[in-house]
């Protein structure tokens, strides 16, 4: 089975789901975070296409506050986006992509590590 992971920063508070900020603050958020996931998918240049997958979460926190986990996921949105449009998958409609593991953990440093792993295709 065929495994692909990248590392990005946790995702800035404009992303969060409860953010009641101005939507041209957020929208520029979506948009820096989408474009990092896209150039960390690139930067490895070597990578497999997969036409379909399952992506593990693991989010590697800074302390033990309590986080909601559906939140964190929702926030790393504009990083699946990003990933689909270096290639990675073909899209992240729920016939393509699965979620997987939710993990999260206390260390350093403080990132959201991306693992994709290659599924067979529906017949």
Request: hydrophobic share 40%; aromatic share 8%.
């Amino acid at each position: 089975m065929r495994q692909f992971a990248i590392s990005l920063p946790l995702p800035p508070s404009e992303l969060h789901a409860h953010n009641t900020g101005h939507w041209r603050t957020k929208a520029a958020a979506v948009k820096r975070y989408r474009k990092m996931a896209h150039v960390a998918v690139i930067e490895k240049q070597l990578w497999p296409k997969f036409n379909r997958a399952r992506v593990h979460y693991l989010f590697a926190l800074p302390n033990r506050r309590r986080r909601d986990a559906a939140n964190l996921l929702h926030s790393c949105k504009p990083a699946i986006d990003g990933i689909v449009d270096s290639g990675l998958i073909p899209d992240d409609c729920w016939e393509i992509l699965e979620i997987g593991s939710v993990v999260c953990v206390v260390r350093s440093p403080s990132e959201v590590v991306l693992t994709f792993e290659e599924m067979e295709c529906k017949s």
